[in-house]
């Protein structure tokens, strides 16, 4: 037992989620959980202000009335499908206006998302969607150069159980279910179902080191905080505009782009594709007030501003997350970007946004060299082995606990060690707190890969790699990135007489199914993996290893 926490509570989606009533009914008294969906802010938006445009993308504008309308449509359309409150859809979409309209619709019908990461290919899509029991997946035709279509199909032709229904968004559709034929399909005016802010409406993979990606499950209350968490530090207001170029399909992206519009009246201004002039250009045209996003985005739009000379005088706040901020490259962006704060985030997708940084331009020196305070959490730093206190100042795991905090993963046994006996999430995180409660992250106990934000399982490669013909056995770590924060470097110990290529190794993963983020970047060839005397592989001596390789460009 966790604190009261326990596994007893049955969500509509038939999973058992983790629950504290006493808990819960301290955090609707304090407020910290509004009670309310995000269809309650939507209906409260468009009563108050049905003209106010709320989403951009390329030329297009759209209103909060036009979006809640399509919203309502398509929310009755699944429900004449057979869909029910707690059915699971899942999108693997780019940063588009329908994905503000599946999103709202599926809150408003009860349902719960599943977004998936457009890199992701089919053995990534195949294992999330049958273990979420998707009912309906939304792709696109082509994104990038890619058959979504194509992939959809090998998907299908693969599942051992009922598939989803494909739900195409722009494009030929093949024999799948075109977008606009399933929205126009439903009525605007009907009754929907009554939802509670208790139920899941969230389910969001994260990679472990397992090589087994996990299910992580969020309430509507839960997700409130995390958009009321920005709403509030970062003083949002309906005057505000939004660039989402994070992924709509990471926590971060789907707070700037399903959350903070609805309940603040911001704008989103969407871009799907990063390219950081025409970033530069939106934060212009659009006088985009805050960004987001990782160490390649922020040098992209500096150099955008040396080239043009613009010194983006609306930018209030970039906020960095996902990787560290080089200290060089944050005190540029202090220099350039006149009016802006900058400062780094931390948290995961099981407890998003536990710290965030000062919004006084005179803290730069702390916003740039440390990673926030907490918000709307607790932090506590423990020896990893004992989980006791540290002293003050010392290096140890990062426990965290606040009311954006999951619900749990999907499968129970990845409960049994993911919290202590209080509640407290075991990050696998290590770092230390500076003048009292700055937290400074040190490193991760966990063995994952961040590359350009994402988080990547060595494992899950490693493991296909052992069918590799010339590989005898392999290691993958983080190797450091200038332009993706980290790198996947193998260390391989091919088999007698051959030799195993960065192509050979490229070709194998894609034609598992594998999405391109994962294929290792480097290969190192080595006669013996260092091991301890148990033979587990030391993989700290080879991420320093590939970290003396030095950076790559």
């Given at each position: 037992?966790?604190?009261?926490?326990?596994?007893?509570?049955?969500?509509?989606?038939?999973?058992?989620?983790?629950?504290?009533?006493?808990?819960?009914?301290?955090?609707?008294?304090?407020?910290?959980?509004?009670?309310?969906?995000?269809?309650?802010?939507?209906?409260?938006?468009?009563?108050?202000?049905?003209?106010?445009?709320?989403?951009?993308?390329?030329?297009?504008?759209?209103?909060?009335?036009?979006?809640?309308?399509?919203?309502?449509?398509?929310?009755?359309?699944?429900?004449?499908?057979g869909l029910r409150r707690g059915d699971r859809i899942s999108f693997q979409l780019?940063?588009?206006?329908?994905?503000?309209?599946?999103?709202?619709?599926?809150?408003?019908?009860?349902?719960?998302?599943?977004?998936?990461?457009?890199?992701?290919?089919?053995?990534?899509?195949?294992?999330?969607?049958?273990?979420?029991?998707?009912?309906?997946?939304?792709?696109?035709?082509?994104?990038?150069?890619?058959?979504?279509?194509?992939?959809?199909?090998?998907?299908?032709?693969?599942?051992?159980?009922?598939?989803?229904?494909?739900?195409?968004?722009?494009?030929?559709?093949?024999?799948?279910?075109?977008?606009?034929?399933?929205?126009?399909?439903?009525?605007?005016?009907?009754?929907?179902?009554?939802?509670?802010?208790?139920?899941?409406?969230?389910?969001?993979?994260?990679?472990?080191?397992?090589?087994?990606?996990?299910?992580?499950?969020?309430?509507?209350?839960?997700?409130?905080?995390?958009?009321?968490?920005?709403?509030?530090?970062?003083?949002?207001?309906?005057?505000?505009?939004?660039?989402?170029?994070?992924?709509?399909?990471?926590?971060?992206?789907?707070?700037?782009?399903?959350?903070?519009?609805?309940?603040?009246?911001?704008?989103?201004?969407?871009?799907?594709?990063?390219?950081?002039?025409?970033?530069?250009?939106?934060?212009?045209?659009?006088?985009?007030?805050?960004?987001?996003?990782?160490?390649?985005?922020?040098?992209?739009?500096?150099?955008?501003?040396?080239?043009?000379?613009?010194?983006?005088?609306?930018?209030?706040?970039?906020?960095?997350?996902?990787?560290?901020?080089?200290?060089?490259?944050?005190?540029?962006?202090?220099?350039?970007?006149?009016?802006?704060?900058?400062?780094?985030?931390?948290?995961?997708?099981?407890?998003?946004?536990?710290?965030?940084?000062?919004?006084?331009?005179?803290?730069?020196?702390?916003?740039?060299?440390?990673?926030?305070?907490?918000?709307?959490?607790?932090?506590?730093?423990?020896?990893?082995?004992?989980?006791?206190?540290?002293?003050?100042?010392?290096?140890?795991?990062?426990?965290?606990?606040?009311?954006?905090?999951?619900?749990?993963?999907?499968?129970?046994?990845?409960?049994?060690?993911?919290?202590?006996?209080?509640?407290?999430?075991?990050?696998?995180?290590?770092?230390?707190?500076?003048?009292?409660?700055?937290?400074?992250?040190?490193?991760?106990?966990?063995?994952?890969?961040?590359?350009?934000?994402?988080?990547?399982?060595?494992?899950?490669?490693?493991?296909?790699?052992?069918?590799?013909?010339?590989?005898?056995?392999?290691?993958?770590?983080?190797?450091?990135?200038?332009?993706?924060?980290?790198?996947?470097?193998?260390?391989?110990?091919?088999?007698?007489?051959?030799?195993?290529?960065?192509?050979?190794?490229?070709?194998?993963?894609?034609?598992?199914?594998?999405?391109?983020?994962?294929?290792?970047?480097?290969?190192?060839?080595?006669?013996?993996?260092?091991?301890?005397?148990?033979?587990?592989?030391?993989?700290?001596?080879?991420?320093?290893?590939?970290?003396?390789?030095?950076?790559?460009?």
């Open positions: 037992m966790d604190g009261g926490w326990s596994m007893t509570r049955a969500d509509p989606s038939g999973w058992q989620v983790r629950w504290d009533a006493a808990r819960a009914a301290s955090l609707i008294a304090t407020g910290a959980w509004a009670n309310l969906t995000m269809a309650d802010h939507a209906t409260a938006l468009v009563n108050r202000s049905p003209n106010r445009v709320l989403a951009v993308e390329g030329d297009e504008s759209f209103t909060a009335a036009a979006l809640f309308a399509k919203s309502r449509k398509l929310a009755d359309a699944m429900l004449r499908r780019p940063n588009w206006h329908e994905t503000m309209i599946i999103d709202l619709a599926a809150t408003l019908a009860g349902m719960i998302v599943n977004p998936l990461v457009p890199i992701f290919r089919e053995a990534e899509v195949g294992f999330m969607t049958r273990e979420m029991g998707s009912r309906m997946i939304f792709v696109p035709a082509v994104f990038r150069g890619y058959d979504y279509v194509g992939m959809m199909g090998r998907v299908l032709a693969a599942a051992a159980g009922p598939p989803p229904e494909v739900v195409v968004v722009r494009g030929d559709a093949g024999h799948h279910t075109p977008f606009e034929a399933l929205l126009a399909s439903g009525q605007e005016g009907v009754q929907l179902p009554e939802v509670c802010p208790h139920d899941v409406k969230l389910a969001l993979y994260t990679s472990g080191t397992t090589g087994r990606a996990k299910a992580v499950l969020h309430s509507h209350n839960t997700v409130g905080v995390m958009a009321e968490q920005f709403r509030t530090h970062m003083r949002i207001t309906e005057r505000d505009s939004l660039l989402v170029s994070s992924p709509v399909t990471h926590i971060s992206g789907a707070i700037l782009a399903f959350q903070l519009p609805w309940i603040s009246g911001a704008r989103a201004i969407l871009l799907d594709v990063w390219n950081g002039s025409h970033a530069a250009e939106l934060i212009r045209e659009h006088a985009i007030t805050l960004a987001n996003g990782t160490a390649p985005f922020i040098s992209d739009i500096l150099q955008a501003s040396e080239a043009t000379g613009h010194r983006m005088p609306s930018l209030r706040v970039f906020l960095a997350g996902g990787a560290g901020i080089p200290q060089a490259l944050a005190e540029e962006a202090y220099r350039r970007l006149e009016n802006c704060v900058l400062f780094r985030c931390y948290g995961s997708t099981e407890v998003p946004t536990v710290t965030l940084g000062s919004m006084d331009r005179a803290d730069m020196r702390l916003n740039v060299s440390t990673d926030g305070r907490p918000v709307f959490s607790e932090l506590k730093i423990v020896d990893p082995v004992t989980e006791l206190a540290v002293p003050a100042g010392a290096e140890g795991e990062i426990m965290m606990r606040g009311a954006q905090t999951m619900l749990g993963y999907l499968r129970q046994e990845d409960n049994l060690t993911a919290f202590d006996a209080d509640g407290f999430f075991r990050s696998g995180d290590l770092g230390r707190f500076v003048l009292e409660d700055w937290i400074e992250i040190s490193g991760r106990s966990k063995d994952i890969i961040i590359r350009s934000g994402e988080n990547l399982s060595p494992k899950e490669i490693e493991d296909a790699l052992l069918a590799h013909p010339d590989i005898a056995t392999v290691a993958i770590v983080a190797k450091p990135s200038e332009r993706t924060g980290e790198a996947a470097c193998a260390f391989v110990v091919p088999k007698p007489g051959r030799v195993p290529t960065l192509k050979t190794i490229a070709d194998l993963l894609i034609a598992r199914g594998f999405a391109k983020q994962k294929i290792p970047e480097h290969l190192v060839i080595v006669d013996a993996l260092p091991t301890t005397a148990a033979g587990k592989v030391q993989k700290h001596l080879l991420r320093e290893r590939a970290k003396s390789m030095g950076f790559e460009a």
